[in-house]
């Protein structure tokens, strides 16, 4: 949690928009249609080794980008995708724990008060360093689920071409509006379904018995869209955060309950701000057609992802462009 302080995650926010900006110059040039999910990805991982102080070099990106991804992208799945994930976690522990190795060897610097830093320096309450393994699990229990952050994007970009009112507002700097609207991607869209646990002793809650010892789920999507919490689940509506009560129960894409008490996702900021950040990119700096495509959701898939993957076909980009200046038709999508 100590990781996530404001400034923090506005540096993180800055670095991936420096990344977004800087894909963007080369997707202008080169007048290519753009794989929106994997580009996230690439950016996503440059700015989390960037931030975390995870040394990246030029030549590496590619492979370290298809690890970190392969980690959340192919981890639910069955057969060869679910291997090479198995394969992906341990060569990225293992380039992670050689990284804290030499930082504690003095052979490599890494900013102080970075995650890197933090976790590599961290003494337990026995005094002891954590193993390099152990540090590495830590550091990329942060570095992997930022890249996963790549799947709400690519949602983020689902929401805006299917509602173009919402671009509309977006495009013309309603940052309120903007708030909501990522929370209603989260709420909306499918990402892992649901979180397994294993009870620890029998108990009863709300009149149901849980005996010890047995796998139970907490259905994530099914709470997020459940009509006692919600009206009209099934409508796309950030507006509905003006009128309905949220609490830390019935919204829960990131797990539930309190970050300091329970298990509930600490990087719920990070993934806010990194869609706002992509959401403004997409409306307010970027041109950009999306050629006819398959944007039904892929509910078998997980994480699930529209079919397509989303692919924009990018007339322009200006970094200029001021936000309530920026008209209506840019981002605009034909199809
Ligand atoms: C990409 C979007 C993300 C989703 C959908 C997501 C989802 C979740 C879920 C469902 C849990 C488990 C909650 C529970 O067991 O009750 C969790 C835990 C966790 N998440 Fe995320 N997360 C995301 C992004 C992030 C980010 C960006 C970070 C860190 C930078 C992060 C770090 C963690 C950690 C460390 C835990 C374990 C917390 C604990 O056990 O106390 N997650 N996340």
């Not at 995708?81 to 050689?98: E, G, M, N, V, Y």
């Not at 646990?197 to 459940?226: E, I, K, M, S």
């Not at 990131?254 to 997409?282: S, T």
Request: aromatic share 8%; glycine share 6%.
């Amino acid at each position: 949690m100590s990781m996530m302080a404001p400034e923090a995650i506005q540096r993180l926010a800055d670095v991936a928009a420096d990344q977004w900006r800087a894909h963007a110059r080369r997707w202008a040039a080169a007048s290519e249609d753009v794989a929106l999910y994997a580009q996230a990805q690439e950016v996503l991982t440059r700015a989390v080794c960037a931030w975390a102080g995870v040394p990246l070099a030029e030549d590496e990106i590619p492979e370290r980008t298809r690890q970190l991804t392969a980690l959340f992208d192919g981890a639910g799945a069955v057969g060869p995708r679910h291997w090479r994930s198995r394969l992906a976690r341990k060569q990225a522990d293992a380039w992670i724990a050689r990284v804290v190795e030499q930082i504690r060897a003095g052979s490599l610097s890494v900013p102080e008060g970075s995650p890197v830093h933090a976790v590599a320096t961290h003494r337990g309450l026995d005094g002891e360093l954590l193993s390099p393994k152990v540090a590495a699990v830590e550091i990329n229990n942060v570095v992997r689920p930022t890249v996963a952050v790549s799947v709400y994007i690519t949602f983020v970009a689902h929401a805006l071409h299917v509602h173009p009112e919402s671009r509309r507002r977006i495009a013309a700097g309603d940052e309120a509006y903007l708030d909501r609207f990522v929370q209603e991607v989260r709420r909306f869209y499918p990402f892992f379904p649901a979180v397994a646990a294993r009870t620890c002793r029998a108990f009863a809650w709300q009149g149901y018995h849980f005996p010890a010892g047995v796998r139970v789920l907490l259905d994530l999507y099914g709470t997020n869209h459940d009509p006692r919490s919600w009206s009209s689940p099934e409508r796309f509506d950030p507006d509905r955060f003006l009128r309905e009560q949220t609490d830390p129960y019935n919204v829960i894409p990131q797990g539930g309950g309190e970050h300091h008490e329970h298990h509930r996702c600490p990087g719920e900021w990070i993934a806010l701000e990194l869609m706002k950040g992509a959401a403004r990119f997409l409306t307010r700096e970027l041109r950009y057609d999306v050629p006819p495509q398959d944007l039904e959701i892929d509910h078998a898939r997980l994480p699930a992802l529209p079919r397509s993957q989303i692919v924009m076909r990018v007339i322009s980009w200006s970094a200029e462009a001021p936000a309530r200046a920026a008209s209506p038709e840019v981002g605009i999508s034909s199809s």
